[in-house]
Structures are given as C-alpha cells and as structure tokens.
C-alpha cells in the first residue's frame, strides 16, 4: 500500500478513484505520563512519554485507514491528512484521524 499527502504519485497514474478512507484513533494518557510531563515543562525538554503515544495514535489511525482502503480494492491511498486534538475531560485523551483518497494505481 503506497500512503502520500500528495495528489499524485509520480510516473504511477491513477487508474480508478475508490473513494475517501478514514481512520481515527483516540487513546489515553495515563497520570504517570501527565506527571512526567509537567515536569518536562517546568524544567523544559521534549516528552519522550507523549511523543510515543502520539507516535502510536498516529500509526494506529494510519493502519485503520489502510485496511480500509485495502477492502475497497485500493492499492494506494493520495492526499492523506493527518489531524491532531486532545478531547476528555482535562484533555486527557489525543485524538488521531486520518483521512484521504483510496485509489488503484
């Protein structure tokens, strides 16, 4: 399964539109990830912990929108965008979807 965010792949035309694929992913972050976070951000640095879960959201999402392509028949998925939000209370939850054009090329 070929996955871009451009509109085209190069020397590879479009044969058939399958439609839009969608994959969303909404995962939690647990208190011990909250609290190494706020200390990341008192004493600064990245956070390893919720770059992972992000990391992981976003895969998930990714594959989700790839299986579906696959059971349209697609072999390629262009124009694919990728969204990011906390939602929840206190915003303890990251929200991940995934959205583009299943295609055969």
Do not use: C, H, W
């Not at 912990?49 to 594959?63: F, I, N, Q």
Request: glycine share 12%; net charge neutral; aromatic share 4%.
């Amino acid at each position: 399964m070929v996955l871009t965010t451009t509109n085209s792949i190069e020397g590879r035309p479009v044969r058939e539109y399958k439609g839009v694929v969608t994959g969303e992913t909404i995962i939690g972050a647990n208190m011990f990830k909250d609290f190494l976070a706020g200390i990341r951000d008192v004493i600064g640095g990245r956070s390893g912990s919720y770059e992972s879960v992000l990391r992981e959201a976003k895969d998930t999402s990714m594959r989700e929108m790839a299986d579906r392509a696959k059971a349209l028949g697609a072999n390629a998925i262009v124009g694919i965008d990728i969204d990011y939000a906390t939602i929840g209370q206190g915003n303890s939850m990251i929200m991940v979807t995934t959205s583009g054009t299943a295609v055969v090329i």
